[in-house]
């Protein structure tokens, strides 16, 4: 999210959290901050294996509830931005999944995040719209909560009530309700939402 309108409308659906991507790659990336930042959902801000103090940064200058990280962040990196020096902020360690054998790299990381992110294997590292077989997820035994990602749509509803295991705790829609990246369709978000929580 880039743009304070678009943040508001969005905010306005009654969402838990809200992304910001510090990625420099990346074409949804946040080169300045917006006019207007949420106040009713969380903030996550999005990085891939940026430098620790620039994270801590970033996360007290945008007032971060989570960082998210999608690169090759390692268990040590993780423990680092533990310290009290950024007390607040949750992580959220986000892997991209093919297959069951996928999941074996989220072991080093439980018990030091506070989510994982199972997103699709794509040509970047995430933002592809790529769907994944969430049928493999059937092998993930972990303790830590997890958000499930990877190209879900606004035709997905249906697909996503469907969907149960016993660690999933929410769900990631991104480029496939975008008008433009970083600017989120807002009519197609709350169709979609107000399908989940008819289900619900």
Known sequence: ???????????ALGIDMMGFIFWPKSSRYVSQRPDYLPTK????GVFVDEDPEQVKRLADDYGLDY??????ETPEVISYLRTPALPHPRIIKAFNISTAEDLIQT????GLVDYFLFDAKGKSVGGNGEKFNWNVLDAYQGSTPFLLSGGIGPDDATRVNAFYHPNCIGIDLN???ELSPGLKDVNALRRFVNDINRKL
Not at 5 to 10: A, F, G, M, Q, S
Not at 41 to 44: N, T
Not at 107 to 110: A, F, I, L, V
């Open 1 to 11: 999210m880039r743009e304070a309108d678009n943040i508001r409308e969005v905010e």
């Open 175 to 177: 480029s496939r309700f």
């Open 107 to 110: 072991q080093p990381y439980e």
């Open 67 to 72: 960082i998210q990280l999608h690169g090759h």
């Open 41 to 44: 959902c969380k903030r996550v």
